[in-house]
Each structure stands twice: as structure tokens, then as C-alpha cells.
């Protein structure tokens, strides 16, 4: 089941993300806005409008997330195969995804450091 939502997923967010569903969903919004005087602009006219852009959106947001999702689990696992696969690169940065928001600073500080230094170095050599 698992497998058929993702593949279900992934097929939909690429429909919802399609131009021709851009063009639908502006073909409604014209046609709910040229039947607006026919009905008088009333309550229902506009809960019509209401209800179909909530109940798309409730569920485009669960299907762009799970694509979303696998996404980037597909890049951080490429991105893990090339840390392992170049030789003097840090292995610790593979599955950094799982470390706490402290950690990250902490490491960020760290790779902020090293440009800093970095760029120390590439000025004195430019003098």
C-alpha cells in the first residue's frame, strides 16, 4: 500500500504542479466569478468557492509533502554516497539530518570558521 501512495503521490504532485492545472484552476475561478451574478453573489456562491479550494488544498498539502519527503531523502542519500565515496571527506556529515538543532548551529559555526579562515588565507595571498 505504502508503495502505490507514494507512486500515487509523486504522479499527483506532478499533475497539481502541471500547467494545465494552473490553466483549470483559473478556468473555475472564471467560471465561479461569471456565475456570480446569476446567484446573486449570495452566501452559497461563495461557499462553493470556499469548500472546493479548502478540500483541494487539504489535500494537495499531504500529497506535495510526500513528495516532498522523498525527495529529499533520495538527495541526502546521494549526497551521503558522495561524502563516502570521495576519500578526504568527513564521514560524521553523513545522516547530520538526524542530529538536534544545537548540533546543526554548532555545526554550521564550525564550516563558518573555516570560509572565514579560508578567506583569510586567500587574502594575504593576494597581497
Do not use: C
Request: net charge positive.
Amino acid at each position: 500500500m505504502e508503495r502505490s501512495f507514494s507512486r500515487f503521490a509523486t504522479y499527483s504532485s506532478n499533475l497539481v504542479g502541471s500547467p494545465g492545472a494552473f490553466l483549470f484552476a483559473l478556468a473555475t475561478i472564471v467560471a465561479w466569478l461569471a456565475v456570480g451574478p446569476f446567484f446573486h453573489f449570495s452566501d452559497s456562491w461563495q461557499l462553493i468557492i470556499n469548500s472546493w479550494t479548502n478540500i483541494a488544498t487539504f489535500i494537495v498539502v499531504f500529497l506535495i509533502q510526500n513528495a516532498q519527503n522523498r525527495d529529499s531523502k533520495a538527495i541526502n542519500l546521494k549526497l551521503a554516497e558522495l561524502i563516502r565515496a570521495v576519500g578526504p571527506a568527513s564521514e560524521d556529515m553523513i545522516d547530520i539530518e538526524r542530529l538536534s538543532d544545537k548540533e546543526l548551529e554548532r555545526l554550521a559555526d564550525r564550516y563558518a570558521r573555516i570560509r572565514q579562515a579560508w578567506e583569510r588565507r586567500r587574502s594575504r595571498a593576494a597581497q
